[in-house]
């Protein structure tokens, strides 16, 4: 059995790889709506809207294009970033990846005095969360 390894995985942000990315989380949900009726004895549900959000910690490192380009769209102004999450790499052909459009919702800053500066991002995917293959 294959199994993907967390070194293996690779964080764009457009074409950009994000140089210092400690570890990324995707979250995708599907909305549901309770359609039982009067008179039934187990409750019924039907889908409506998916939705996804992420996270990702990396150490911060200002000469990345990707970290740089995640700083600018935290500055507002309804700015988003395509995101690509390959989970297990990037061999072409072979490796299975997610991809779409995420709003930064928050940027935390952590260090310590004996530590390195570390950030950890919130995102909002707006639109539809994509599988392709590596190309």
């Known amino acids: 059995m294959a199994i993907a ?3 293996e995985a690779v964080l764009k942000i ?3 790889t994000v140089g210092q990315c400690s570890s990324f989380t995707i979250n995708k949900n599907l909305e549901t709506v ?3 009726t009067i008179g039934v004895t187990s409750k ?5 809207l998916d939705s996804w959000n992420g996270s990702m910690d990396l150490f911060f490192d200002i000469g990345d294009t990707a ?3 995640l700083l600018a769209a935290c500055t507002g102004g309804g700015v988003t970033v395509a995101c690509n999450f390959y989970v297990e790499g ?3 052909g072979v490796d299975k990846y997610y991809y779409g459009d995420a709003f930064v919702t928050s940027l935390d800053w952590n260090t ?3 530590g390195v500066l570390e950030a950890s991002v919130s995102l909002q995917g707006t639109g539809t969360l994509s599988e392709g293959t590596a190309a």
């Open 14 to 16: 457009g074409t950009n």
């Open 34 to 36: 309770d359609t039982s």
């Open 112 to 114: 310590t005095a004996a």
């Open 44 to 48: 019924q549900f039907v889908s409506t």
């Open 5 to 7: 390894k967390g070194y």
């Open 67 to 69: 970290t740089a380009e």
């Open 90 to 92: 990037t061999a072409a």
